[in-house]
């Protein structure tokens, strides 16, 4: 049964635990589309997503994650794809464009079947030393920083009721 727009967006929900299993590249694509599609400040496209699949450097970035929170824990919940999406600073809607970005990706892979999570700190991960110079290496500007990362995988488990919404969030002026 074909959802439509709203209803898709009252059941998407946050997932904090993943198989192991791997993304398609189509259905990363299709994410990534949605992400370069979303509203964006005068037009300007100023964001820039680098995924990573690759276990070794996902897990680097998980740990560097992770310090920034201080905890030792997985803030990727086992997700084996990573997007972290980045904005050039000198455009002043970077984390508006950013954002919209993320929150199109988390929509495109909740109609994909995916699960998907905002995971914050993405700004401080580029600002560490390690973390710039794995954007260095990626061909990624210093003008570009993090706005979040939005991750990807298959839910594993039984995942917890959505919470229902609060009463008190509308005011409507007349």
Not at 41 to 58: C, D, L, S
Not at 134 to 159: F, H, P, R, T
């Amino acid at each position: 049964m074909e959802q439509t727009m709203l209803e898709a967006m009252m059941s998407r929900k946050s997932v904090r635990s993943y198989s192991d299993q791997m993304v398609s590249d189509a259905d990363i694509e299709k994410v990534l589309k949605a992400g370069q599609y979303a509203a964006n400040g005068r037009g300007r496209m100023a964001t820039k997503f680098v995924v990573v699949k690759n276990r070794e450097i996902r897990d680097e970035l998980s740990k560097m994650n992770a310090e920034i929170m201080g905890t030792t824990n997985d803030p990727f919940y086992g997700a084996p794809v990573v997007i972290w999406v980045l904005a050039d600073r000198n455009v002043h809607t970077y984390v508006e464009d950013g954002s919209l970005a993320i929150g199109n990706m988390l929509l495109e892979a909740h109609a994909l079947g995916l699960g998907a999570c905002w995971i914050h700190r993405a700004k401080e991960m580029s600002e560490l030393p390690e973390g710039r110079a794995l954007l260095q290496k990626w061909g990624v500007s210093d003008d570009e920083i993090g706005v979040g990362c939005c991750i990807l995988g298959y839910a594993k488990g039984e995942q917890p009721e959505k919470k229902p919404r609060r009463n008190d969030q509308i005011i409507v002026v007349e």
